[in-house]
C-alpha cells in the first residue's frame, strides 16, 4: 500500500497484520481522488471505519487541513498512529475509538472539535453488506455533519444497492471497480463532485 498522490505520493503504508481491517486498494483510492480532483484542498476530512487510515492520509497528502480518524480497533489505532508518522511530516490528524455500528449519535466523534463542526469530505468504508453504510448515512444526515457543498464517499461491495436518498442525502455519482463501488452524496439540492 502507498499513497498515490500529494506531497507523500509513493510513501508506503504498513498493512493490517489481521483480516479485521480490509484496506481500500490502491487502485481504487486513486480513482477516487482522480474523482475527488481539487475537493481535499483545505477540507476538514471525516474517515469512518478508517482501519489503516490510507484514505484519510492520501487526503492529507493532497491538502487537506485536518482528518479526524474513526474506528473501534485497537489496531486501527496504532496503524493510523505509524501511518500517519510515516507519511505526513506535521499532521493535522486526530484518532476517536468509537463502535460506529453501536452508537446512536455521532455527537462523540465532534466532542474535542469546535462546536458546530461540519466536514467538507466524509469518507465510510464499513465492512461489507451489514447496512452500515445506511445506518452511518442517517446519523451523518440526522447530526448535520456534512458540510455545505460537502461530500460522502461511500465504499461497499459493488452488489450492494443503496438507495438513492437518505434523508436530504443523495446519491450524485456511482463507481464500480472490480467488487468495489463507490457512492457519492451530497445534500439532494447540490451538484455532483
Known amino acids: 500500500m502507498r499513497i498515490t498522490g500529494g506531497i507523500a505520493r509513493g510513501r508506503k503504508l504498513l498493512p493490517p ?4 481491517i480490509r484496506p481500500t ?20 476530512v471525516l474517515d469512518c471505519f478508517a482501519g489503516t487510515g490510507a484514505i484519510g492520509i492520501e487526503a492529507l497528502s493532497r491538502g487537506a487541513d485536518f482528518a479526524l480518524f474513526i474506528d473501534q480497533s485497537l ?42 463542526t461540519r466536514f467538507d469530505l466524509i469518507f465510510m468504508d464499513p465492512p461489507y453488506r451489514r447496512d452500515l453504510a445506511l445506518r452511518l448515512l442517517s446519523l451523518i444526515d440526522r447530526d448535520d455533519l456534512l458540510a455545505p ?35 457519492f452524496f451530497q445534500r439532494h439540492n447540490q451538484n455532483h463532485p
Open 149 to 183: 457543498n460537502g461530500l460522502v464517499v461511500v465504499e461497499e461491495q459493488a452488489q450492494v444497492e443503496l438507495p438513492e436518498r437518505i434523508g436530504t442525502l443523495a446519491v450524485t455519482d456511482h463507481r464500480r471497480y472490480g467488487e468495489t463501488g463507490l457512492w
Open 17 to 20: 497484520k489481521s483480516n479485521q
Open 75 to 116: 489496531e486501527a489505532g496504532r496503524l493510523i498512529e505509524a501511518n500517519l508518522r510515516a507519511a505526513i511530516a506535521r499532521p493535522r490528524a486526530a484518532f476517536g475509538r468509537l463502535d460506529l455500528a453501536a452508537v446512536p449519535s455521532l455527537g462523540p466523534v465532534l466532542a474535542h472539535l469546535p462546536p458546530g
Open 25 to 44: 486498494c490502491d487502485r481504487v483510492r486513486e480513482a477516487l481522488f482522480n474523482i475527488l480532483g481539487p475537493r481535499p484542498l483545505g477540507a476538514l
